[in-house]
């Protein structure tokens, strides 16, 4: 079941549109495969994609409303449980939970990179690359205008730090680079290149490696990350996360 919340109440005769992936990619209109309860804003997949709990099943939804368009993040399926496996991954979590909100874990912000949307004025759409992404402020060195979707809160503990030296790629010579341990929540995933913010300081990360962590080697629960601390010149911190679009491609 997927299930979603408006930040705004849209038209009584507002249209929803359910689009399914497996991977990420060749998104297919899956409304028709399910229930969509427009009142309890919730849709029943009875015919998923794929069942294989090796691969990923990704959902987002598309709302007409008075003729615009507004696209969501995607978002991953979670696999079936059984009652009791389930009741025990909830208690994995709470305690997690419990453990970071009590101790030294940090509320922070997780943003996702756009996906699809207007090209951002670094992007090259006939070379396919970023052209000088760190001064874009259009883009805050992602591809598409805007960046990234609507920051997400959640918890996560910075466990250790380490200053490396890395070559500037501008031929810059050489900068220091602090790398940065911590534990987080699959609840979302983070994923490589997602900006982590934390709100306390303002530092800004971009995920690097993630090692995830699975309940039975199937459901991811928690994970392992490293983080690559952004110098405070960099565009990113020019984005203001309360002002961060969830309609990249409103039409």
């Not at 009590?102 to 912000?109: A, F, K, S």
């Not at 949307?117 to 759409?125: I, K, L, R, V, Y």
């Not at 960046?147 to 730090?161: D, E, K, L």
Request: proline share 6%; hydrophobic share 35%; aromatic share 8%.
């Amino acid at each position: 079941m997927l299930s979603w919340e408006f930040s705004q109440p849209p038209a009584p005769d507002h249209r929803i549109t359910v689009l399914s992936s497996v991977g990420g990619t060749d998104w297919q209109n899956v409304t028709e495969r399910g229930l969509v309860d427009t009142e309890g804003q919730s849709f029943i997949d009875l015919d998923p994609l794929s069942r294989r709990r090796t691969q990923d099943v990704l959902y987002r939804l598309v709302v007409q409303t008075d003729g615009n368009r507004w696209d969501s993040p995607s978002v991953q399926a979670t696999h079936t449980l059984r009652p009791h496996e389930f009741a025990m991954v909830r208690t994995i979590l709470a305690r997690e939970l419990h453990s970071m909100r009590v101790g030294d874990g940090v509320e922070v912000l997780l943003l996702k990179p756009l996906t699809y949307g207007e090209p951002a004025d670094s992007f090259d759409e006939t070379t396919g690359q970023l052209i000088n992404p760190s001064t874009d402020i259009s883009g805050f060195g992602e591809r598409f205008r805007g960046g990234y979707f609507a920051p997400m809160r959640t918890h996560m503990r910075f466990i250790s730090q380490q200053d490396a030296e890395q070559r500037d790629g501008a031929g810059q010579g050489v900068r220091v680079m602090s790398r940065v341990g911590a534990r987080a929540f699959c609840f979302p995933r983070p994923a490589f290149r997602d900006l982590v913010i934390n709100p306390l300081t303002n530092d800004r990360y971009l995920v690097n490696t993630v090692n995830t962590h699975r309940f039975r080697g199937v459901v991811p629960v928690m994970a392992d990350i490293q983080l690559d601390l952004l110098s405070r010149d960099d565009i990113r911190y020019r984005l203001d996360p309360e002002n961060v679009t969830t309609t990249p491609n409103n039409v």
